[in-house]
């Protein structure tokens, strides 16, 4: 808080300097999010451009090409949209969450079977463990989520190229 008291008594001191606070942080402090009109400049250097108006940092500093340090075209993103869109994605998902668990044969669970199921469909074990017990299912054993575990790490430490999954296809 005393750092914000220190910049509003300059402020009060030289009234003159606002605009170049103002250009200085449109051009190297506000992120994409942070402001509506902020740039969204491609790399860190001076002369980087914004991806969307194609101004440089130093142009939205001195004000070279214009007189607004804002982005002329900034990004528009309607939040609810977004928000909206990812919950029926996560609908879908547990749908087939659901329609997995009902005909999921649980003699032949495995961690390998769980990893699967993440890589192929999406689905975790906490998904499809959520599925099982909304139908009054048994839920998923520490020794199989310990196993998935395993195959996950496996997974994540080759990469894609040392881990081949079996593709679950439904009948």
Known sequence: ???YKIVINYLKEKPETWNDIRNA????????????????FFGQDREAKCLRCNRTREDV??????DNPECQNPLVVDIKSVVFKEEQLFEKLLVKAKIIAENLDYSKLSGEYLC???HTH???PSMLECALLDLNKQ???????DDYMKEYE????????????????AK
């Open 25 to 40: 942080s449109f051009a190297y402090q506000f992120l994409p999010g942070e402001h509506e009109k902020a740039h969204q």
């Open 61 to 66: 500093r001195w004000n070279w090409t214009s």
């Open 154 to 169: 496996k997974h994540r430490n080759t990469g894609k190229l040392g881990y081949k999954p079996t593709i679950i296809v």
């Open 122 to 124: 999406g689905i975790d």
């Open 1 to 3: 808080m005393e750092d």
């Open 139 to 145: 839920k998923i054993s520490e020794n199989i989520i």
């Open 116 to 118: 699967t199921l993440h």
